[in-house]
């Protein structure tokens, strides 16, 4: 889809706009904002592409940015912020055999939904982020020797990975081999993931 329109804010800033991509009747910015040509006709909300467009509202979910957008038929979807810049300005989810592929967010900001600051890579790519901002801390930096939520899907998908043996793992996060080991066997953090299996290193 093409460009609508683009404005430049009192910093200088360019903001463009594009039509979303699959997603009748909005549009969203490069700065990650989100804006409506429904508007409500009596009991039915019809298109109108003679008014003003409405700036939708936008929430925090768990970690990401969030908005409610109306389908076709009537119903309504929440969606993350991200995947909709995606998908517009770079293209649709790619496939990479072998991989999942997921939004990153460059800087480690889960609510900086700025286009330069997106784009799609692989779960490797964004643990690789994490451990680069600082969000995942190295053993030196830890207070403490407790596994947290974070470190158990850091540990999990590191793992996951092939490249990495419980003894690295443990000298990387500041824990005990014993406890990656469990972490890795899914004998502890049990609902991070799917069923009872151990986590499954990658072919």
Known sequence: MGIVDSTVDVSGSKEVWKVAINRL??????KGRVRSRWRKCGRVSVLDFEMEPRLLKTKVGRWYVQVNL???DGSRSVEHVH?????????????IPGF?????????VKWDNRIENLCWGTQQENIADALQNGRVKLGRERKNTKASRADAIAIRKLYAIGKYHY?????MFGLSKGIVGDIC?????????????PWAKVT
Do not use: C, Q
Request: aromatic letters at 8%; charged letters at 30%.
């Open 70 to 72: 109306r389908r076709v």
């Open 100 to 108: 999942k592929v997921e939004a990153r967010h460059l800087n480690d």
């Open 25 to 30: 009747g909005y549009e969203v910015s490069t």
């Open 185 to 197: 066997r899914n004998s502890t953090w049990k609902y991070l993931s799917p069923g009872s299996k």
């Open 167 to 171: 003894r690295d793992l443990a000298e």
């Open 83 to 95: 995947v909709i810049m995606l998908e517009t300005f770079v293209g649709l989810r790619p496939v």
